[in-house]
């Protein structure tokens, strides 16, 4: 038997979490260390994935099988394809930024405050929501990814709900009160779209018999399973329901801007860079291929749904006075994005979509935890608080800058490439969609630069006046990022490639084909 | 002249007397309940000899070792073969030894077990006049309040007589879901509804809510008694038996002789009908399915916190255990009749279990309205009618009993000046005052929310699927629905926990005993292991799954 490398992949975190949450409070730094460390190791292990992953070669690698509950005909099948590995690499990739920008978020206040802070506990719950992510993006067992779909809301609750920002324009009883619902309001979301979803999944299984993604996908594929039409449209929209609210997609987004607003950066890049990948991930993993007739029924009703969420999201981001609200409103309207390319039906759309997946992380993390280091030395989220932070802090407003223009996908820099893909996608399909969407991009250039404008021109205002630069910490975290999006922007095709055959094989299930001679995609 | 001799002068020998049978009675089979009837009596005797002073120590052990000890005959029994291929009637045809019946004895004995260590707890409450005490009042005859109450506080009076009421509840739990005819299944409702009709009553604290709650208890349970006895009779006049598989021949059609004095009413559709209403109505209650629910929050907030965990664990098994085997070897020609009105129940309980509970303030309400759901949940389960219907209630029940023990001796560890503190906004920001009471409180949350992980998500997962391929699919989806209202009042208490405010006057949690934190450690074991493996339980289960006819 070969090493199971995918499992390593979540049970290094999983296991770095529970060492981690042992460590004695003393050890505070000690603790911090170990996880940023055990992150790392992970890291490394995803690039021993990303290089072993033959992008040619099977669809499904690295596969490991092993009888789990057989009762329920769960198996514990783990395999990824060239998008799983995009995203894994993805995940392992920035909780190590993750966690280095959050070093000092939980770490106790000043004597004499009531707020609970177990520093332990941040970074242990940081690192189970990666070991689940992890899974979840490995896992080819409907019901091995839906228990752990469901079983990161726990640690995401904890990390939403018991650490905040350090200050807060009502006091901090009022930052609790926000705190808990923000955290609620994401969990009772997620749990109603994943309880409906069990629904689902229980009816697949007694459609199917077994719960392996490749043999149902299989079967569907020669036709020796046969769903009727209407058990397959309600299986469908009982997966997809779940995964639109993970997502989020218009309109069951609404958790989001309160989950992002209240929660530290980095956990705000955890919810929108991470854990939300999972649910469009697992639209094309899961929707297209065990339902392909059903996605394609829906896709006119979804199309209409995402260019809402673009449209929506940006106009609503563009009247944000808060700035970690405008990044989650953005956030939304290229989740739009994505998902148009997924329901596009067309290679270059759903290349387009992981790409774009892959993208957004990386630019909203650059943009998001700069907001957040800009929140922490001002204590505020207000975007009217700021004023001429580039004067003061060159570094800081230069890094904004950058990850706030690859949000509105400057050509040149790496969501352009991904961004472009999904609108050539979207267009040869359904033209109209298309030209609608582009209205998305207008919009993201208003919100993105007059964000800066406010926050980082104009006459220095007195609050901002004594701002410290960016610290070593936070330029190691940033810079990377930076490197990445200008690299991926010039020269995406590593990612384009791995991605590609899996792109075609997913089209190939839901037996859609390119509408004209197939175009490669950019190279 | 011998006496023979003479005797037989003037008289002659008549054919001798035929011999009554005597009852052939299988002791090897029935040994479990044996035991603990053996145990019960002899606890009643030690009551009686025995030094106040050494009591407690004597019936503590007494009961753990006759409750292991039953529980190992179970598990004998059942490597025996008892539980599949040696299934047979025991007693007469009184009792069925089945896997059904052994799972589900092996279940009770073991929630009986955990739960006599959260009974014998005695480091919780503070001591009184020197003496350690338990949860349970110093004499239950004195008046509350009054000064013979006074009195018996000081003299260090405990009321020990609960190890052998335990006892005798087991008891009767473990015949209730084994019983194969009518009779002993009313006998068996009895043998431990009277136990805890009484233990109910004796709460140490709050004694005249603990007293209130025993009546309302007493009340209409003997109404649901009452109910159950005149079903029976129904039953017996439209079969002309009392036993199980009579009654189910007659059902089925099978039957020809038919007793002359029975013949005006057997087979008369109307008495089985309103008979078996009447005897699942009875079950219901047992249960706490709606509308047969009313009594469940407030005995269960009255109830001294040990008892309500164990009764609201160890009788729903044995009450689903009885309403199972009364369903599937009884009724199940009938089932086209009962299944839309268990339909019917199924769903309001779901529904109305979680509705309501979301109002509740007190923890113990609330717990009161979840479990309630959850009744709702293993319906489902039993509607199927299926094998896998039987396996995963039986496997549903084992995974439920642990957990409500676990939830509710942690219940038993938050207390203020006033005894337990279970009002919900006393709750707040026990998170950051003991984080790890906190915790476990939480996984057991966690649990009845049935997330993944958990014992609660294998159980549910395997009741839907069950109620999914019987073909009540609308009964998963009302029963999804009702778990998300659910999460939402379990989710709530673990935000008042880790997210609110401490209130600066409020409780502490009480270092237990070692008993205590043996109760909630399984608990939380049997949760997690349930949870993440649950294959070998299932399979159990699954051997279980088979009633004997």
């Known amino acids: 038997m070969s090493f199971p490398l995918l499992t390593a992949t979540a049970a290094l975190p999983a296991i770095g979490a529970v060492v981690t949450a042992a460590v004695p409070a003393a050890q505070r730094t000690a603790a911090k260390w170990l996880a940023l460390l055990v992150s790392l190791a992970t890291l490394a292990l995803a690039i021993v994935v990303l290089v072993r992953f033959d992008p040619d070669g099977d669809r499904y690698q690295l596969t490991e099988s092993h009888s789990w509950i057989a009762d329920f005909g769960v198996r514990y099948e783990l395999g990824v394809d060239g998008i799983g590995v995009a995203l894994l690499a993805l995940t392992a990739l920035l909780i190590p930024f993750i966690i280095l920008a959050g070093w000092h978020d939980a770490d106790p206040l000043e004597t004499g405050s009531k707020r609970w802070r177990p520093t332990q506990g941040f970074f242990a719950l940081i690192l189970a929501v990666e070991a689940m992510v992890i899974i979840s993006f490995e896992a080819t067992d409907v019901f091995l990814f839906y228990i752990f779909f469901e079983a990161m809301l726990i640690p995401m609750y904890f990390l939403i709900g018991g650490f905040g920002d350090r200050a807060h324009e009502h006091g901090e009883e009022a930052a609790s009160t926000q705190r808990s619902y923000a955290a609620v309001k994401f969990l009772l979301y997620n749990l109603v779209g994943g309880l409906i979803m069990l629904a689902a999944v229980i009816g697949l299984y007694v459609v199917a018999g077994n719960f392996s993604l490749q043999e149902i996908a299989e079967a569907r594929a020669n036709g020796s399973l046969d769903m009727a039409t209407n058990t397959e449209r309600w299986l469908f929209l009982g997966f997809f329901f779940a995964f639109a609210v993970k997502a989020p997609l218009w309109p069951l987004h609404t958790w989001l801007p309160n989950a992002m607003g209240e929660a530290t950066a980095p956990v705000a890049v955890l919810i929108t860079a991470v854990v939300d990948k999972v649910g469009t991930f697992a639209m094309l993993r899961f929707c297209l291929q065990l339902f392909p007739e059903a996605s394609k029924w829906a896709t006119p009703a979804i199309l209409v749904l995402a260019l809402i969420s673009i449209i929506y999201g940006a106009l609503l981001a563009v009247g944000q006075r808060d700035i970690k609200r405008l990044v989650a409103y953005a956030s939304i309207s290229h989740f739009g994005f994505i998902i148009m390319g997924i329901f596009a039906m067309t290679s270059q759309g759903q290349s387009g979509a992981t790409l774009y997946m892959v993208n957004h992380g990386i630019s909203t993390a650059a943009l998001m935890l700069v907001a957040g280091f800009l929140i922490s030395r001002r204590g505020s989220r207000l975007i009217a608080d700021y004023g001429g932070v580039q004067k003061v802090a060159p570094v ?3 890094t904004f800058l950058i990850g706030g223009l690859a949000t509105l996908s400057l050509p040149g ?26 209205f998305g991009i207008v919009l993201a250039a208003l919100y993105t630069l007059v964000l800066y404008q406010r926050t980082m021109t104009g006459p220095v205002k007195a609050e901002v006046s004594a701002m410290p630069d ?11 990022l930076i490197v990445l999006l200008i690299f991926l922007g010039v020269y995406p095709k590593p990612v384009t490639d791995i991605v590609n055959p899996a792109v075609k094989s997913t089209l190939s299930d839901v037996q859609k084909k390119d509408p004209q001679p197939e175009v490669e995609a950019a190279k | 002249m011998s006496a023979t001799a003479v005797h037989s002068l003037w008289t002659t020998a008549a054919d001798p007397i035929s011999k009554i049978d005597a009852p052939k009675i299988e002791y090897g089979q029935l040994s479990p309940t044996l035991i603990v009837v053996g145990a019960a009596i002899i606890g009643v005797l030690v009551e009686a000899f025995v030094p106040r002073k050494q009591r407690y120590y004597v019936q503590v052990f007494l009961s753990a070792v006759a409750l292991a000890a039953a529980f190992a005959a179970v598990v004998a029994l059942a490597a025996d073969g008892y539980a599949t291929t040696k299934a047979g009637i025991a007693a007469m045809g009184a009792i069925a030894v089945d896997g059904p019946a052994l799972f589900l004895q092996g279940t009770i004995l073991l929630a009986g077990l955990v739960g006599l260590f959260t009974f014998a707890e005695r480091r919780l409450d ?120 009579a009654i189910a021949q007659v059902v089925d059609g099978t039957v020809t002789n038919v007793a002359p004095a029975l013949a005006d009413t057997m087979g008369n559709d109307a008495l089985l009908l309103v008979g078996g209403a009447m005897i699942v109505m009875g079950l219901l209650f047992k249960v706490g399915a709606v509308p047969f629910h009313m009594w469940t929050p407030d005995v ?55 509705i309501v509970a979301i109002t509740q303030t007190d923890i113990k309400r609330l717990l009161a309205y979840s479990s309630i759901a959850h009744a709702g949940f293993i319906l489902a389960g039993v509607i199927a009618t299926t094998p896998d219907g039987v396996s995963s209630v039986l496997f549903y029940l084992a995974a439920y009993s642990f957990v409500t023990i676990g939830a509710f001796a942690v219940v038993t560890l938050v207390r203020d000046a006033g005894g337990e503190a279970t009002h919900l906004s006393k709750w707040a920001g026990l998170g950051r005052r003991s984080p790890l009471v906190a915790a476990v409180f939480a996984v057991f949350l966690l649990a009845f929310a049935g997330i993944p992980l958990t014992s609660g998500f294998a159980g549910k997962f395997a009741v839907f699927k069950a109620a999914a391929e019987g073909g009540a699919a609308p009964l998963v989806v009302v029963g999804v629905i009702s778990s998300a209202i659910a999460a939402f009042f379990y989710i709530r208490v673990i935000v008042l926990m880790f997210f609110s405010e401490p209130r600066p006057e409020g409780p502490t949690v009480a270092v237990p005993s070692p008993l205590t934190m043996t109760a909630i450690g399984v608990g939380v074991a049997v949760t997690l292991v349930l949870g993440v493996a649950p294959q070998y339980f299932l399979d159990l289960a699954n051997q279980a799954g088979v009633f004997v006819r």
């Not at chain 2, 739990?173 to 009553?201: G, H, K, R």
């Open chain 1, 396 to 398: 800081l407003a230069g």
């Open chain 1, 413 to 438: 820099l790496a969501p352009f490439v991904s961004e472009f893909l999904v609108l050539v996608g979207t267009f040869s399909n359904y033209p109209v969609v298309g030209i609608i969407a582009t």
């Open chain 1, 470 to 480: 960016l610290r070593v910490r936070e330029l190691v975290v940033v810079a990377p």
């Open chain 2, 126 to 245: 503070p001591e009184a006049h020197g003496n350690r005490v338990d949860s349970f009042a110093a004499q239950a005859a004195s008046v509350p309040g009054s000064d013979s109450e006074k009195a018996a506080v000081k003299a260090g009076f405990t009321t020990t007589e609960v190890f052998p009421l335990l006892l005798f509840a087991v008891a009767g739990m473990l015949i209730f879901p084994a019983a194969n005819d009518l009779l002993t299944l009313f006998v068996a409702l009895e043998v431990f509804s009277l136990p805890l009709y009484l233990m109910c009553a004796l709460a140490r604290r709050k004694r005249l809510m603990s007293q209130e709650a025993a009546v309302k208890y007493f009340l209409l349970g003997a109404f649901a008694s009452a109910f159950t006895l005149f079903g029976i009779a129904l039953l017996y006049g439209y079969a002309g038996s009392v036993s199980y598989s």
């Open chain 2, 300 to 354: 269960y907030q009255g109830a001294p916190t040990p008892v309500t965990g164990f009764m609201a664990a160890a009788t729903k098994v044995a009450a689903f255990g009885a309403l199972l085997r009364l369903l599937y070897v009884v009724l199940p020609g009938l089932r086209w009749d009962w299944r839309p009105v268990m339909w019917g129940v199924a769903i309001v309980t779901m529904l109305g279990g979680a």
